[in-house]
């Protein structure tokens, strides 16, 4: 079997059980989730998702092995886009990530290095914060309203950041005392995992704080010796998600393999520093 081929196992009337083989010869058991209506492509598709049942025995390198298959973490639940077989063959959600060492930064991402040089930046070990949580509160309300993340409970939140399993940090971003953005992000063996970030809508207009998040991981990934900033899933066709092409050279999870996404770029380049 290749790396990440998943079997199916057995059926029933409204999960399927499957087995999939990692690189170590691992065997773990998923279930196949209920279809739901996309959020991302808003023409009536209907999507799935595969979701890892045993998650016992989890641990960052177990983790570090399935998100190099093309899974993906919410809070505590591994899962994977499978939308296939609800009659669209949708297969346009794909695991995307960032080789850092040959990363290029845009003239724009360097003016937007520039431009956030002010801000003071703090990393502490996960935790409930309050201040973290009315960001929280304020990015949702200004970015994402009428959505499934709407209107957030502090458990909710805390559910959705926080893994007992993964070691993960807070990365605060201040200017003088005011808190602007938080990064979520995931330490792994050979990479970083950009989680999720919040930040003051209206700040980020003139500081573009989504981007220079970004930057800062790819930055930070570097000085750790990390080979990878995995950016989550993207769909070309989302302007939702539409960001992320912009960090090149971009590798997307296709087939069982992580291929190129820009035709001609060149992973052998030295990159240019920020």
Same mark, same amino acid.
Request: one cysteine or more; aromatic letters at 14%; proline letters at 7%.
């Given at each position: 079997?290749?790396?990440?081929? %998943?079997?199916?196992?057995?059926? @029933?009337?409204? %999960?399927?059980?499957?087995?999939?083989?990692?690189?170590?010869? +691992? &065997?773990?058991?998923?279930?196949?989730?209920?279809?739901?209506?996309?959020?991302? /492509?808003?023409?009536?598709?209907?999507?799935?998702?595969?979701?890892?049942?045993?998650?016992?025995?989890?641990?960052?390198?177990?983790?570090? *092995?399935?998100?190099?298959?093309?899974?993906?973490?919410?809070?505590?639940?591994?899962?994977?886009?499978?939308?296939?077989?609800?009659?669209?063959?949708?297969?346009?959600? =794909?695991?995307?990530?960032?080789?850092?060492?040959?990363?290029?930064?845009?003239?724009?991402?360097?003016?937007?290095? +520039?431009?956030?040089?002010?801000?003071?930046?703090?990393?502490?070990?996960?935790?409930?914060?309050? @201040?973290?949580?009315?960001?929280?509160?304020?990015?949702?309300?200004?970015?994402?309203?009428?959505?499934?993340?709407?209107?957030?409970?502090? $458990?909710?939140?805390?559910?959705?950041? #926080? @893994?007992?399993?993964? $070691?993960? =940090?807070?990365?605060?971003?201040?200017?003088?005392?005011?808190?602007?953005?938080?990064?979520? =992000? *995931? /330490?792994?063996? *050979?990479?970083?995992?950009? =989680?999720?970030?919040?930040? $003051?809508?209206?700040? !980020? +207009?003139?500081? !573009?704080?989504? &981007?220079?998040? /970004?930057? #800062?991981?790819?930055?930070?990934?570097?000085?750790?010796?990390?080979?990878?900033?995995?950016?989550?899933?993207?769909?070309?066709? @989302?302007?939702?998600?539409?960001?992320?092409?912009?960090?090149?050279?971009?590798?997307?999870?296709?087939?069982?393999?992580?291929?190129? #996404?820009?035709?001609?770029?060149?992973?052998?380049?030295?990159?240019?520093?920020?």
């Amino acid at each position: 079997m290749a790396r990440g081929d %998943v079997v199916w196992h057995k059926d @029933s009337d409204c %999960v399927r059980y499957i087995d999939m083989v990692l690189p170590r010869f +691992r &065997t773990l058991s998923l279930v196949h989730g209920l279809p739901h209506p996309c959020s991302y /492509i808003e023409d009536g598709r209907i999507a799935g998702a595969l979701f890892l049942c045993d998650i016992d025995h989890m641990d960052g390198a177990l983790y570090q *092995d399935l998100m190099a298959s093309g899974f993906r973490r919410s809070g505590a639940q591994i899962y994977r886009p499978l939308c296939v077989g609800y009659g669209n063959g949708c297969q346009e959600c =794909v695991a995307a990530r960032v080789p850092v060492v040959h990363f290029q930064p845009s003239r724009n991402m360097q003016q937007t290095w +520039r431009r956030n040089r002010d801000l003071s930046i703090t990393s502490q070990t996960i935790h409930f914060n309050p @201040s973290h949580f009315q960001l929280y509160q304020n990015y949702l309300a200004a970015r994402h309203t009428d959505g499934p993340m709407d209107n957030p409970e502090p $458990e909710a939140y805390w559910q959705f950041i #926080w @893994s007992p399993w993964l $070691e993960t =940090v807070l990365v605060e971003f201040y200017q003088q005392q005011q808190l602007l953005m938080v990064a979520v =992000v *995931d /330490i792994l063996p *050979d990479s970083l995992s950009a =989680v999720y970030t919040f930040f $003051e809508p209206l700040e !980020s +207009r003139r500081r !573009s704080l989504g &981007t220079y998040a /970004i930057l #800062w991981q790819i930055a930070e990934a570097r000085r750790l010796g990390k080979n990878w900033l995995y950016l989550g899933y993207w769909i070309d066709t @989302s302007p939702k998600m539409r960001y992320k092409s912009r960090f090149q050279p971009l590798e997307v999870y296709r087939y069982g393999a992580w291929l190129p #996404w820009s035709v001609g770029a060149n992973a052998a380049a030295p990159p240019r520093q920020l």
